[in-house]
């Protein structure tokens, strides 16, 4: 898990981010055919999240906290 601040890390979040609305959650994960990138882009709500975690996740999503 990790947090990209676009304003700080301008060219990790270009090399990360694809398009330039905010917010975004990348998920990577490697699987036998070589890694994997799938992403959800803009305001979602929590169980939203929950969801996408849950269905690219080897194990279902737990908690979400939220960091303001």
Same mark, same amino acid.
Do not use: C
């Given at each position: +898990?990790?947090?990209?601040?676009?304003?700080?890390?301008?060219? /990790?979040?270009?090399? /990360?981010?694809?398009?330039?609305?905010? *917010?975004?959650?990348?998920?990577?994960?490697?699987?036998?055919?070589?890694?994997?990138? $799938?992403?959800?882009?803009?305001?979602?709500?929590? $169980?939203?999240?929950?969801? +996408?975690?849950?269905?690219?996740?080897?194990? *279902?999503?737990?908690?979400?906290?939220?960091?303001?």
């Amino acid at each position: +898990f990790a947090i990209v601040n676009t304003d700080r890390d301008r060219e /990790l979040a270009n090399k /990360l981010m694809s398009g330039g609305s905010i *917010p975004q959650v990348v998920l990577y994960r490697k699987t036998a055919d070589g890694w994997k990138r $799938e992403q959800i882009t803009g305001g979602t709500s929590v $169980e939203g999240l929950k969801g +996408f975690l849950a269905q690219h996740a080897d194990q *279902p999503a737990a908690v979400v906290s939220r960091r303001d």
